[in-house]
């Protein structure tokens, strides 16, 4: 049986079926026609030969992807041959797509994937993470408060030692780098206009105020909230925290809630040694490299910073701290098994908790600003 878009050879066991000319979109009425004629013998196969194609699209596909469908309902086998790739992966486009939806959840409608109500629903899902993971930290804390114990102090002490003591020499090295670095590109570029003592200002004002806090906060950030949420990780795999419930010991009490106050006490002195220490920087180069007399500089100092400066830096620092001690602290209680999550949400407190920091200080620099302050 001839026709113009395919031609039937019955055969004994097969149905032979040749594709020709063009199987597109213009011609769809007329291809479902032909398509329909395709009607094989009770116990054939129909082998749809496609080398004898001119062009086929998206729509050509789709009526021979049908009609293969429609035979297997009906018990035939088909197979398609001859295919040319420019020509296979439109019909190879239909066969994915079907695929995908054979295994969507039933009764999930195409709306339901729509791109913008799916970021939506991500979104709420992310929000409600992240309302989960306050809920969470803050019950600790608060259930660590209630009926104190003298190992509190101990641990206390023991945080403030590791978190603030020992955190004094990279924090005094990196803030005293930030001094020279903010006092020679302030130099370079006011030097230009004959200003170069109000390089003082610039730097005794940056340093007080932004930099000194910054600092000090993102370097405790990598080093103790690191070390805050590795501890309290390890513990939580070792079965550590279980163990203290077993003594009869609140693990919240013992051990986020020292570290929380630890750091509260410990950044806020750091601030204070971070402002010395840029100040110190600053005051090297502009009496080393400028030619600005010492007794100039402290005066200069003096003059153009007042502890209204002083105090919007150090203001800042407890809720820097806060933010560190409880995001580490909850990461490292987040750990379940292994390893590699471990290390992960290790990192991932520090990430948390620098990007916060840099969220928190925009935030005052905006309100110390608009108010005035």
């Known amino acids: 049986m001839l026709d113009k878009y395919l031609n039937l050879d019955s055969r004994d066991d097969a149905l032979h079926v040749r594709i020709s ?10 291809l479902e026609l032909a398509a329909a004629r395709v009607e094989p013998a009770p116990g054939q196969t129909v082998l749809f030969e496609c080398s004898g194609l001119t062009e086929i699209d ?28 420019a020509h296979f992966k439109f019909l190879r486009h239909i066969i994915d797509a079907a695929a995908i939806r054979e295994y969507e959840p039933e009764g999930e409608s195409p709306e339901a994937l729509h791109p ?42 023991k945080q403030i030692r590791e978190a603030g003591v020992q ?37 005794s004002i940056a340093v007080m105020r932004e930099m000194a806090g910054l600092m000090a906060a993102v370097m405790v950030a990598g080093r103790s909230g690191s070390a805050f949420a590795a501890s309290l990780g390890t513990m939580k795999l070792n079965e550590e925290l279980d163990a203290l419930r077993v003594m009869g ?42 030619d600005i007399s010492s007794t100039q500089f402290f005066e200069r100092v003096a003059s153009s910073t007042g502890l209204d400066d002083f105090y919007a830096g150090l203001v800042k620092a407890p809720f820097f701290a806060l933010l560190i001690a409880l995001v580490s602290t909850l990461r490292g209680l ?4 292994g390893a590699e999550e471990l290390g992960r949400l290790t990192t991932r407190a520090v990430v948390e908790s620098i990007f916060l920091i840099i969220v928190a200080d925009a935030f005052f620099t905006t309100l110390f600003t608009r108010i005035g302050f």
């Open 334 to 337: 987040q750990v379940t098994h």
């Open 167 to 203: 955190a004094v020499p990279i924090v005094v090295t990196i803030t005293f780098l930030i001094g020279i670095v903010l006092a020679y590109q302030a130099s370079a570029q006011l030097e230009q206009f004959g200003a170069k003592v109000f390089v003082i200002d610039l730097v």
């Open 116 to 157: 913008v109500r799916e970021s939506l629903e991500q979104l709420g899902a992310a929000t409600a993470r992240q309302l989960e993971d306050v809920g969470q930290i803050a019950r600790a804390v608060l259930d660590g408060t209630r009926r104190p114990s003298l190992l509190i102090i101990g641990e206390t002490l």
């Open 21 to 30: 000319d063009d199987w597109v979109f213009e011609n769809v009425s007329e």
């Open 58 to 85: 998206i729509a050509g596909a789709w009526v021979l992807y049908d009609r293969s469908q429609q035979l297997a309902e009906l018990g035939f086998e088909s197979d398609f041959l001859g295919f040319r790739d």
């Open 249 to 290: 010991l609140n693990p919240n009490q013992i051990l986020v809630l020292p570290r929380v106050l630890g750091l509260l006490i410990a950044l806020p002195l750091l601030t204070v040694i971070a402002d010395i220490s840029g100040l110190a920087g600053g005051a090297l180069i502009a009496i080393g490299s400028l």
